[in-house]
């Protein structure tokens, strides 16, 4: 499989492309609405930023509890159910005179229905496409989310302004109701991927099984950590520049989309493994100009230029299959997705904590060479295994 046109001839792709298209629009411009929300009532750049990425510290009391059930729910109804979730979450958060404490309540708990969400729709894709296929499909569902940011940051601007923030929210709201009918619509009836019936002790099992290789430990540190810390850069673009924050956001997708689309189909795959320290370094280091308070145009530029380097996540993703048995493929694919989005939200806590005694600017270069430290640190853990096959 080595084309688009190869890959949208799978049958169920195309509803599951979709259907994680438009949810990932509903998320961008929940996203930029909650965080311009708590922005204007607080002026805090720290609730601002953990406003937009707080949900992700539920992540990883989601992995530790819910995500055996990742291989263990039939997908189609699991995929429906967490949109449906995650729609009446939303409209919860456009209630005028919501306290504080109360958003961020509902916040942490669409991030432990997350957990749950991202294990069952990557495993989903694992089990539809042949396995030579999945870095292209999954490459594909990622220029999808770089598109849908770029759209969603844009329109969610003009929502904001339009709508008011509250009448955003309802639009996101909205747009996961209809991500879940086109589950129920265009998805098939599976049968779970694993046998027995999800539980607590079950997770941690398997959890331990995925950590308990050296390899996959390295993968799952790079997969988390510098990515997390790079989100918290992002998480300051609000703080950084009221005005064209949403600018910002969809540079930053706009690259994204960049370097997903190159890796994803045009690098050779004997190219890949060598190509992976440079991405993971360029995802970091542009993000040191921004010690100096550049101009808006040079700070854009930085920003689109280092998320070509999340195409980084891309491959280890595919290393982190090759080294995974395929009945554990949704729990490992919901271990990563949580532990990199507990790591974004620790990232979007720690920048707004520096942003809070510094500018937001020294902040993201702060984050940024921290980021390059763990990527250096972790590097040689993260050499090419030679002869390199899916575990069995």
């Known amino acids: 499989m080595r084309t688009y046109r190869d890959l949208f001839r799978v049958p169920e792709y195309t509803p599951l492309f979709a259907s994680s298209?438009?949810?990932?629009?509903?998320?961008?411009?929940?996203?930029?609405?909650?965080g311009t929300l708590v922005y204007d009532s607080t002026r805090s750049p720290l609730l601002s930023a953990l406003s937009m990425f707080g949900g992700s510290f539920a992540q990883m009391a989601g992995a530790l509890t819910l995500l055996s059930a990742a291989d263990r729910l039939p997908p189609r109804t699991a995929l429906a159910t967490t949109a449906l979730v995650f729609g009446a979450g939303t409209a919860l958060l456009a209630v005028p005179g919501l306290p504080i404490a109360a958003?961020?309540?509902?916040?942490?708990g669409l991030g432990l229905v997350a957990s749950l969400g991202s294990g069952v729709r990557y495993g989903l894709l694992s089990e539809i496409l042949p396995k030579e296929g999945y870095l292209l499909g999954r490459s594909v569902l990622n220029m999808s989310v770089g598109t849908m940011q770029i759209c969603g940051f844009a329109v969610g601007g003009v929502?904001?302004?339009?709508?008011?923030?509250?009448?955003?929210?309802?639009?996101?709201?909205?747009?996961?109701?209809?991500?879940?009918?086109?589950?129920?619509?265009?998805l098939s009836r599976r049968p779970p991927r694993a046998d027995g019936r999800p539980s607590v002790g079950q997770t941690w099992r398997t959890n331990a099984r995925l950590l308990s290789s050296v390899p996959r430990r390295?993968?799952?540190?790079?997969?988390?950590v510098p990515n997390g810390l790079i989100v918290g850069c992002e998480?300051?673009?609000?703080?950084?520049?009221?005005?064209?924050?949403?600018?910002?956001?969809?540079?930053?997708?706009?690259?994204?989309?960049?370097g997903d689309t190159v890796t994803g189909r045009f690098v050779p795959a004997h190219l890949r493994e060598r190509l992976g320290p440079s991405?993971?370094?360029?995802?970091?280091?542009?993000?040191?100009?921004?010690?100096?308070?550049?101009?808006?145009?040079?700070?854009?530029?930085?920003?689109?230029?280092?998320?070509?380097?999340?195409?980084?996540?891309?491959?280890?993703?595919?290393?982190?299959m090759a080294l995974t048995p395929v009945s554990m493929h949704g729990h490992a694919l919901g271990?990563?997705?949580?532990?990199?989005?507990?790591?974004q939200g620790v990232g979007a806590a720690l920048a707004g904590g520096v942003a809070q005694v510094a500018s937001p600017g020294a902040a993201m270069a702060i984050m940024g060479a921290a980021s390059v430290v763990v990527t250096l640190a972790l590097a040689p853990?993260?050499?090419?295994?030679?002869?390199?096959r899916p575990a069995e």
């Open 21 to 34: 298209t438009v949810q990932t629009t509903a998320q961008t411009v929940s996203a930029l609405a909650l």
């Open 103 to 108: 958003l961020f309540a509902i916040v942490l």
């Open 159 to 186: 929502l904001v302004v339009a709508l008011s923030p509250r009448g955003t929210l309802l639009t996101g709201a909205g747009l996961y109701l209809l991500t879940s009918v086109m589950a129920v619509a265009g």
């Open 218 to 224: 390295y993968a799952y540190l790079a997969l988390w």
């Open 235 to 258: 998480a300051l673009f609000v703080s950084y520049s009221p005005q064209h924050a949403g600018l910002l956001l969809a540079v930053a997708a706009a690259g994204m989309l960049i």
């Open 279 to 320: 991405l993971r370094l360029l995802l970091a280091v542009p993000y040191l100009v921004f010690a100096a308070g550049p101009p808006l145009p040079l700070g854009a530029a930085a920003v689109l230029l280092a998320s070509v380097g999340y195409a980084a996540t891309l491959l280890l993703q595919e290393r982190l």
């Open 335 to 343: 271990l990563h997705a949580s532990g990199m989005l507990t790591m």
């Open 381 to 388: 853990g993260l050499r090419p295994l030679p002869g390199l």
